[in-house]
C-alpha cells in the first residue's frame, strides 16, 4: 500500500476516501512546484500531497492568464482590449510608462485569453493587467500580482464603467482661449485605489489637441479617473497638472469639465560648469513650480528636458513662471555631482541665466546593520537624496537609489550639504527604527545627515536595525462581531509614526504583521472606506479599544474626526 496519496484537482476518489481509513497521517502536504507547505490534521492519515492549481495551457499547450472583462451589471463587453504590464521584480509595482507584454481582445461574450511567455513564469515574475474599451474608461487591477497566480485563477475579472468622454478648456493668465495646444492624460486613478500611469502603448488613446476655443475632446474616458494632466503649447512649453491638484478640484458635471490655467512663460539660458575630463552632452530636466492662482503650495509644474552642446550650453525657450530646479542625468557610479543652485526664479517674459557647477562629489560609505548582533545587513534597499531634494524638499529626484552588499555596506556620491537616506527595505526579520527617538535627525523623506565640502570621502555613522517581533490579532465591532477588508495601524505613543503599518484584515477579521522590538504599538487605529464605488470613496478612522492581550483582539470605538 502507497504512503502518499496523490489528490488531483479534480477532487477526491471514492478509493482515496477507502485508503484513508487505514493510513496514519499526522499531516497534508500542499505543494506548488517546489514549494510545500504541511497542515495538520486528524490522527490516522499518515500524509496527503495536495497539488495546488498550476497555471491554465492554451490550446497549443501554452500558460496564459483569461478571465472576462465586464460592465457594472456584470455583463461581457466585446472587443475590448487587455494588456499585460510586467514589473521587473517584486518591488516594482509595474507602474512606470512600460510597454505591453502582451495584448489581446475580447470575443463576443466578453472572455479573454492572454497567453504567457515561459520565461516570465519561470522567473516569477509580477505583473498587472490593464482594459479599454470604446464608451468605456481605462481600469488596472488595484496591485500587482505573481504571474503564476494569474495564470492559475479560473478566471481574473476587470470591470469597466462607461464613460462618453472628457472636455477641457484651456485659457490664459488674460482669460484666452489656448489653441493648438496638445493635451495628454498621464495618470488615471481607479476606483478603490491610486492613481496609475496610463501604460505607453495607449498613451495616444488619451490625448487631443485644443481648437481655436481651447477645447479638446478626449473620448471614452471618466473625467472623475483624471489624477495627471499634460499640457503641450507654444505659450509655455510643457506643463503639468498633479494629482494633488485633481485631489482638491472635481470635474464639473457638464461640459466642459475642467478648465485649466497655461501659465505665463519665461526662458532659460544655462551652462555647465565643468572640468575637461567631465561628461558632455548631458541630459538636463529643469522644472519650475508654476504660479498658479489659487494653488500656491504646488499642483501646477513646468517641465523642460534638453540635452547640453560641446560647450556645456544649453537652452529652453519657454518654461512656466515659477521656482526653479534641475536635474542632470549622470550615472550613479560616477564621481561627477551637480551643484544646482536653489531659491532661484524664472520670470514670465525674462530669461533666467543659470550656471550648474558640475564636480567631483563626495563619496559617502554607510553601515546598516543587526542593532542586537552588529553584523552588517547584506541587499538593503535605500535611496541616497541629496541637492535640493534635500534642501527645498519639493521632489525627490535629487537621489541615488544603492543597496548594501553582503557585509551591510552602501556607498555614493553626493554633493557636500545636507543628505536624507531613505531606508526603501522592509524585511519580516529587521526593521530601522529612524523615525522613532529623534533618529531621523529632522529629515522630511528620511534620516538627515550633513557632508562636509572639504574631503572626498566621508563614513556616515551606522544605522542599526531592530529584531522585529510578530503581532497577529483580530478586529471585531462592538457586538464581538468580526470586521472584514479594514486596515489597522498601531503607533508607539501619541503624535509618533506608526510602527504597525497598513495591514488589512481578512474575512475573519485577522491580521498580523512585524514590528521593530522597541517600539511596539501602545495605540491602535483603523481605517474603513466606504463608498467604494466612487472614485474619491471616503476613508472614516476609528480609534480602536484592546478587549483581549492574549490573543490580541481590537474592538471598534467612536469615528475619529479629521
Not at 469639465?257 to 561628461?279: K, M, N, R, Y
Request: glycine share 10%.
Amino acid at each position: 500500500m502507497p504512503s502518499r496519496l496523490e489528490v488531483s484537482r479534480g477532487g477526491v476518489v471514492a478509493l482515496a476516501a477507502l485508503v484513508l481509513l487505514f493510513v496514519s497521517i499526522p499531516a497534508v502536504r500542499i505543494s506548488q512546484g517546489r514549494q510545500s507547505k504541511k497542515v495538520p490534521v486528524r490522527e490516522g492519515v499518515t500524509e496527503v500531497v495536495v497539488q495546488l492549481p498550476q497555471p491554465k495551457a492554451a490550446a497549443n499547450g501554452q500558460k496564459a492568464i483569461s478571465g472576462r472583462v465586464l460592465d457594472p451589471n456584470g455583463q461581457g463587453i466585446a472587443g475590448a482590449d487587455v494588456g499585460l504590464l510586467v514589473a521587473e521584480d517584486v518591488n516594482n509595482s509595474a507602474n512606470e510608462h512600460g510597454s505591453f507584454a502582451g495584448t489581446t481582445k475580447t470575443d463576443a461574450l466578453g472572455n479573454y485569453r492572454l497567453p504567457l511567455d515561459e520565461g516570465l513564469l519561470r522567473d516569477r515574475r509580477w505583473g498587472t493587467l490593464w482594459a479599454h474599451a470604446t464608451g468605456f474608461g481605462p481600469v488596472r487591477l488595484r496591485s500587482t500580482g505573481s504571474l503564476v497566480h494569474f495564470a492559475s485563477k479560473p478566471a481574473v475579472v476587470l470591470k469597466l464603467e462607461p464613460a462618453e468622454g472628457m472636455r477641457v478648456k484651456l485659457v490664459d493668465e488674460r482669460d484666452q482661449p489656448v489653441a493648438g495646444a496638445r493635451v495628454r492624460v498621464v495618470r488615471v486613478k481607479v476606483k478603490e485605489s491610486i492613481g496609475w500611469l496610463i501604460p505607453v502603448d495607449w498613451s495616444e488613446r488619451f490625448e487631443a489637441t485644443t481648437g481655436d476655443n481651447g477645447l479638446a475632446e478626449i473620448p471614452s474616458f471618466l473625467p472623475a479617473s483624471l489624477n495627471r494632466l499634460r499640457i503641450d503649447s507654444e505659450l509655455a512649453g510643457r506643463v503639468e497638472y498633479d494629482q494633488n491638484y485633481f485631489l482638491n478640484v472635481r470635474p464639473e458635471e457638464t461640459a466642459p469639465h475642467f478648465e485649466f490655467l497655461v501659465p505665463d512663460a519665461g526662458s532659460v539660458e544655462g551652462v555647465l560648469q565643468a572640468g575637461a575630463d567631465a561628461p558632455q552632452g548631458l541630459t538636463v530636466t529643469l522644472q519650475t513650480r508654476a504660479n498658479v492662482p489659487k494653488w500656491p503650495s504646488g499642483c501646477v509644474w513646468g517641465i523642460a528636458e534638453v540635452i547640453s552642446d560641446g560647450e556645456g550650453k544649453f537652452q529652453v525657450p519657454k518654461l512656466a513662471a515659477g521656482l526653479l530646479t534641475a536635474r542632470l542625468d549622470l550615472p550613479p557610479d560616477r564621481p561627477w555631482r551637480a551643484q544646482v543652485p536653489t531659491r532661484l526664479k524664472v520670470e514670465a517674459g525674462d530669461t533666467r541665466q543659470l550656471e550648474i557647477p558640475l564636480e567631483r562629489g563626495v563619496r559617502v560609505r554607510g553601515l546598516i546593520r543587526k542593532q542586537d548582533t552588529g553584523e552588517g545587513y547584506p541587499g538593503f534597499r535605500l535611496a541616497v537624496i541629496y541637492g535640493p531634494s534635500a534642501v527645498i524638499h519639493d521632489d525627490m529626484d535629487h537621489r541615488v537609489e544603492v543597496e548594501t552588499d553582503d557585509d551591510g555596506y552602501f556607498a555614493a556620491y553626493v554633493p557636500p550639504g545636507p543628505i536624507e537616506l531613505r531606508l526603501n527595505s522592509a524585511p519580516r526579520d529587521y526593521h530601522h527604527m529612524e523615525w522613532w527617538g529623534g533618529r531621523s535627525q529632522g529629515g522630511i523623506w528620511g534620516s538627515r545627515r550633513e557632508v562636509p565640502d572639504d574631503v572626498t570621502e566621508f563614513e556616515l555613522p551606522p544605522i542599526d536595525l531592530a529584531p522585529t517581533e510578530h503581532i497577529e490579532g483580530t478586529l471585531v465591532d462592538q457586538e464581538g462581531k468580526p470586521l472584514s477588508d479594514w486596515v489597522v495601524f498601531g503607533y508607539p505613543g501619541k503624535d509618533m509614526m506608526n510602527s504597525f503599518a497598513g495591514v488589512h484584515t481578512d474575512a475573519e477579521g485577522r491580521f498580523s504583521g512585524y514590528v521593530p522590538q522597541p517600539y511596539p504599538p501602545r495605540i491602535w487605529k483603523a481605517y474603513h472606506r466606504v463608498n467604494r464605488q466612487s472614485f474619491e470613496p471616503k476613508t472614516e478612522r476609528y480609534a480602536l479599544e484592546i478587549i483581549s492581550e492574549d490573543p490580541l483582539v481590537l474592538e471598534v470605538g467612536e469615528p475619529i474626526e479629521n
